[in-house]
């Protein structure tokens, strides 16, 4: 039976051999000590370490992670105290240092962060502080990135979650925010009510310029038909006279028209009447005739 304790030496040698067998993972290290003192970090995949001399010292995460503090109080240029709560987003990039660096890492970052943020803010008013997030957060980013770069932590970004100004401030606010959207509604109706009256004097003015167009342009046209209707007239006159001419009338043809046309204008309204020195003889003329014809008759 001397083989029995070979056995057993055996079965423990191999459960301490597979008791030193680490499998580290995706996205993680560890930390590894040789009698107390830093030997080495583990990465991704198999490692076995020595019974008895090796442990592992932490086991570090390499993901970036999330820390949501609680409201910090803070103070601003002009004597407002506020909350203000901050997310912080880091990564661990040196798991030694990381191990070593800082005693409670997160304590650390959460007491360097309220410290960083107060000194920030203390130098700010309070209407720059409520619109200058983006600026805090890369001012915050910078300084907590670099003063934990000792600590093997790379600060990824930081964001000022919300900012809580006291019930007084934020009631006045309310008020101001109200009295400057009433004074934006007056100006945009009084900009409606100018900008209808241009519009309508426009379209009056537009109007009166239509109209007396309108007005020019009918008398254009009466006048040129009435100078139209006239020179057809005097073409009318010029053709008969013309007529006349070709057709060469005798002497007894002309008396006779001369004495219709002095009819005619007898009819018509004049009150006086230049008669021709040749037409009052023709006048004489005829009178004469018409005195012997009455003669002749009595007889």
């Not at 060469?248 to 002309?254: D, S």
Request: net charge negative; with cysteine.
């Amino acid at each position: 039976m001397y083989w029995i304790p070979l056995v057993i030496l055996g079965i423990i040698i191999i459960l301490i051999l597979i008791k030193n067998i680490r499998v580290v993972p995706q996205a993680n290290a560890f930390v590894i000590e040789r009698l107390g003192a830093y030997l080495k970090t583990w990465n991704v995949g198999l490692h076995v370490k020595v019974p008895f001399v090796d442990r592992v010292s932490a086991r570090v995460s390499l993901k970036e992670r999330l820390v949501d503090y609680p409201p910090q109080p803070v103070i601003t240029k002009d004597n407002v105290t506020m909350q203000i709560d901050t997310v912080v987003y880091f990564q661990i990039t040196d798991p030694r240092l990381y191990t070593y660096g800082v005693e409670r890492p997160m304590n650390a970052i959460e007491n360097l962060t309220a410290t960083t943020l107060r000194n920030i803010i203390g130098d700010m008013e309070l209407d720059e502080t409520l619109t200058s997030r983006d600026s805090i957060n890369a001012k915050m980013r910078i300084i907590l990135d670099e003063a934990t770069d000792p600590w093997g932590i790379r600060v990824i970004r930081v964001e000022v979650k919300n900012i809580m100004p006291p019930p007084d401030i934020q009631n006045a606010m309310e008020k101001q925010m109200r009295a400057e959207r009433e004074r934006r509604e007056a100006i945009l109706r009084a900009e409606g009510e100018k900008t209808a009256a241009i519009l309508t004097a426009e379209g009056e003015k537009q109007s009166r310029i239509l109209r007396a167009e309108a007005l020019k342009e009918s008398r254009i046209r009466e006048a040129e038909g009435e100078a139209q209707a006239i020179l057809q007239v005097q073409t009318a006159i010029a053709e008969g006279l013309k007529c006349i001419k070709d057709v060469e009338p005798t002497q007894e043809v002309l008396t006779l028209r001369s004495i219709e046309a002095m009819k005619e204008i007898a009819n018509g309204q004049a009150t006086k009447l230049i008669i021709p020195s040749e037409m009052q003889g023709i006048a004489g003329l005829a009178s004469a005739l018409t005195e012997i014809v009455k003669d002749t008759k009595e007889q």
